[in-house]
């Protein structure tokens, strides 16, 4: 994983930091993020494809990625599923993995710390905070920059369209998100195989888990 080349599950989580408050902010939901990009990259290598209705892998199928070949693996040792359902089946197991991932070469620092002072856990802090603010500059001009989205790399429109998607605040507000909606859309379409599919499940998801945490709340 050198330097300038993260896949793209990785720069998810990665513009999900606060670069002032070293720490995630501002996004719940993240996991799923990071789930909904590890699949649109299996699909941008043509390693996962939507055979009626089900995110079906390529048999076989091999990344020497350890994040994306555990998803590949899960996906086919588990019962067949639609997007949103991949999306949110042990969406923790894919994000754990990318920040171990991020961790070893050298991206975050795992620091242990104490939960409420008594239990043991480990706190991520960015090593290359200066990368995250490039990531996230490159993405806000895809978004509000001059160029037609046809213009814009693949692999940036889908890395601004899962974030929006993934509703990662440090990025963009909910107020943005609605401004800039047809824009989103279009790079949508230019983002690769399946990831309109992939930004619409991902969307579901995102609501049903807001819903949940606001009726839990209440």
């Excluded at 999900?16 to 070293?22: F, N």
């Excluded at 588990?78 to 990318?98: E, K, L, N, Q, Y």
């Excluded at 930004?199 to 807001?210: F, G, I, Q």
Aim: charged content about 25%; hydrophobic content about 45%; overall charge positive.
């Amino acid at each position: 994983m050198p330097h300038g080349s993260l896949a793209l599950p990785a720069r998810l989580l990665l513009l999900a930091y606060d670069t002032g408050k070293d720490r995630v902010s501002g996004a719940p939901d993240l996991p799923l993020a990071v789930r909904a990009g590890a699949l649109a990259e299996l699909a941008a290598r043509d390693l996962i494809h939507e055979v009626d209705g089900v995110v079906t892998p390529v048999l076989d199928a091999c990344t020497d990625d350890p994040v994306l070949d555990q998803l590949l693996e899960l996906i086919a040792e588990s019962r067949p599923r639609a997007w949103r359902g991949t999306i949110t089946h042990r969406a923790r197991v894919t994000h754990d993995s990318v920040r171990r991932e991020l961790v070893a070469h050298g991206y975050l620092r795992a620091e242990p710390r104490r939960v409420l002072g008594l239990f043991p856990g480990t706190r991520h802090t960015l090593e290359r905070s200066g990368y995250v603010e490039v990531l996230r500059m490159e993405a806000r001009a895809a978004l509000t920059g001059p160029a037609a989205p046809d213009a814009v790399p693949r692999d940036q429109a889908a890395l601004l369209v899962l974030a929006a998607a993934g509703h990662l605040r440090g990025l963009l507000s909910g107020r943005e998100r609605r401004q800039h909606a047809e824009r989103l859309t279009d790079l949508a379409g230019r983002a690769g195989p399946y990831v309109p599919q992939i930004r619409k499940a991902l969307e579901a998801a995102v609501k049903s888990a807001e819903a949940a945490r606001s009726s839990g709340g209440g």
